[in-house]
């Protein structure tokens, strides 16, 4: 029996089981088995080439996946946004490629990279799906279009595609050290009070992994879909937008509905509607910082900043600039948010916040 064969059995078993506190644990260990068996359709045992994604080189500061349903407006929003021409039709599977797009905003250079249209079945390599969905595990922000005209399920039906395949939506890691060991058996302790996680359950599901020595500490109250995903540990976490397309073909109370749904955009691309909204969308989720350079006893330069991630520290910024200023680093002058006072005298391991002044002083 191959590994599609045993994921529909468990997925048939589960559908069967009333869900309730007595089958709750049960329940559990079949998740258990069916996120094994999608960790390896993933990363299959085997020592060929790993991965099906779509061969596109990385560039600039981000990446940002397009992914949706066929005909929802991906290659529309990558020729209009960027100066990429992508092949626009009506008709269904116009894009066969991962077609990359270039986009400047905020002085970041933002790559977009529109995906074949996936249909349901897609994680387990329907239609090309799990080239699309592998690809879309490389990316820094997952932009899903959908079509404001249509049924709200294909969101539920795109979410559980991803889900399969180890992609996490607007979820941050679960709060859990787990640490396999070479000896001393399984030891499991909690912080806090867990609703759903117990001891029992800890013991078994490492044991169906075949692992018999480990440490568990719980530090928030988590699921234990939370706990299969610390074991399993392909997973990946990552923040997504939901842009509705073509609101300019329903009425203002169901734009006004959708409108209020937590990490959702509603736009009109042919129309040019709400395009700016979604643009600036787009870079607060990437959660992007831009921090500029300062010579001494000169003006800041405004016209070029440094782009780096959310929690970087000084010493990211001497990476960014050049490396071999880590070897005459005496201290830097910080101007900003994140100076007590202008300027702080700070070290290499300084947090920076968005739109500081820095100044690197040698020794």
């Known amino acids: 029996m191959g590994i599609l064969e045993k994921i529909a059995e468990i997925e048939n078993e589960m559908s069967r089981t009333q869900k309730n506190k007595a089958t709750e644990y049960h329940l559990g260990l079949l998740k258990g088995k069916l996120a094994k068996l999608r960790a390896e359709l993933i990363e299959p045992k085997s020592s060929g080439p790993k991965g099906e994604g779509f061969d596109v080189k990385r560039s600039g500061d981000a990446r940002v996946a397009l992914i949706g349903f066929p005909s929802v407006g991906k290659s529309t929003l990558l020729s209009t946004i960027t100066e990429t021409e992508a092949a626009v039709s009506s008709i269904d599977f116009t894009t066969l490629q991962a077609t990359p797009g270039r986009w400047e905003y905020n002085g970041a250079v933002i790559q977009l990279l529109d995906l074949p249209g996936i249909i349901e079945g897609a994680s387990q390599g329907i239609g090309r799906g799990r080239q699309v969905v592998s690809t879309a595990r490389t990316a820094d922000l997952i932009l ?53 996680l117990n001891e029992k359950f800890v013991y078994n599901l490492l044991h169906q992994y075949r692992i018999f020595n480990a440490e568990v500490l719980v530090r928030e109250d988590v699921s234990i879909d939370d706990f299969i995903d610390v074991v399993v540990g392909n997973r990946i976490y990552m923040p997504c937008l939901y842009v509705y ?119």
């Not at 509603?266 to 700016?276: C, P, T």
């Not at 831009?290 to 003006?299: A, D, F, I, L």
């Open 144 to 196: 899903m279009m959908l079509d404001s005209t249509k049924s709200h399920m294909q969101r539920a039906l795109l979410e559980k595609e991803l889900e399969a395949v180890g992609i996490r939506l607007n979820k941050k890691k679960p709060n859990i050290y787990y640490k396999v060991k070479t000896g001393g058996g399984i030891s499991y302790n909690a912080t806090c009070k867990q609703s759903a």
């Open 245 to 363: 397309n073509k609101i300019d073909a329903i009425t203002i109370e169901e734009v006004d509905r959708i409108a209020r749904e937590d990490h959702t955009v509603v736009v009109s691309i042919e129309k040019d509607l709400n395009m700016d909204v979604l643009k600036e969308s787009i870079w607060k989720s990437l959660d992007l910082l831009q921090v500029y350079t300062k010579r001494h006893s000169e003006y800041p330069d405004f016209s070029d900043g440094l782009i780096l991630r959310t929690g970087a520290t000084v010493e990211d910024a001497c990476r960014e600039i050049h490396k071999s200023l880590l070897d005459s680093f005496k201290y830097a002058l910080v101007w900003g948010k994140s100076a007590k006072h202008n300027p702080q005298r700070v070290g290499l391991y300084h947090p920076l916040c968005n739109e500081d002044v820095i100044q690197i002083v040698h020794k």
